[in-house]
């Protein structure tokens, strides 16, 4: 009976199975018709022309409406994969840029930062016009922008303790100050005391060193990872330019690259500074 | 450590970060295999959200049904229902 809904996954389900509200007046203004400017339709009321809201949406009256049509014509299962995929991506490299084993804070994981970012586009928290490009893009700037509130979030600091140079007794409670876990190397304590030494230091210079490590013997990654410590360059394409190599080789040896710093993150022991057993990528 | 090298190993590690980011997943097998790294199922992080997306669509739609309808009924405050008293 019900087997067309059930068979047909998430378009079957968005618009047609959608409460149909009906309205008796048109009182809408001209201009929403057109649906010109996003803002002529923000802060006005709308009001319907005699017809469901579902079929208001097919329409189109106005921007917002529009954007949202364009929500319901989506397969969701498939953006949401990929945008949870993208958050636990980035969730990813930060816990290998920090050290950190909990790669987000608040208890979150990639998947619920996907859903924060999906929903604060529906309730038009954050406005999507699909005029100025597609949705998965646009999501994906709000995960980041979500993560970047996350890693400077208060839940996501810790104190740490400054070890004095000798013996690595604190020197007192003066001694204590507040770093956040920032992830994009903006942290509070790094601004005021920028130059001083902390364990950020010497872990920034032990990952490097350990990268270095694993990729001994491996001539195409060596090559890639060179170009980005010694030429500051971090873009594919810049990095392809240095080395005179293909953007797309480039970037199979970041991947690469990036799967061993993640095993380095997931089993530090397995390979030190000053060498050890090499991880295959 | 000296102070350059200090400064140098930051940049080093936040170079190879940012390189890092530059290759994010764009592919639907890349974007599950992510997932499948935190020890989530991509198929059921896919279901839960869509779930999502359609509750909240209809959430909004109600919304602006409910906004319409206030505005109808303030457009008819003006009306003069004095006859209708009797």
Known sequence: MCSAASTNASRARSADSLPSIVFTELTFPPALNTGQTKNSCHGKKRIFTGIGVTESIRRGDCLALDAVKKLLDRDWKETGIKLAGYAAFRARNLAWRTGSTEALAKGLMPDDIAAQAILSVISGERTWDPERGPLLPFLKCVVDSLLNHLAESSDNRRLERLLDDTGGSPRGPTDYRLVSNDLWGTSTASAIDAEAPSQEDDGADQKTQQLFAVVRGKPELLEVLRAIVDFGEAKPRHIAARIGKSVNHVNNCLKRLRRLALKLTANPGQCSASGGAPINP | ?86
């Open chain 2, 1 to 86: 450590m000296k102070k350059n090298q200090q400064g140098s190993a930051r940049r080093s590690l936040e170079r190879i970060a940012e390189s890092f980011d530059e290759i994010s997943p764009e592919e639907l097998d890349e974007a599950a295999e992510e997932l499948r790294a935190l020890g989530l199922d991509p198929s059921t992080v896919g279901d839960k959200l869509e779930q999502l997306v359609l509750k909240s669509i209809r959430g909004r739609m109600l919304r602006e049904h409910s906004d319409a309808l206030r505005a109808r009924v303030r457009a008819q405050i003006g009306i003069d229902l004095t006859s209708k008293l009797n």
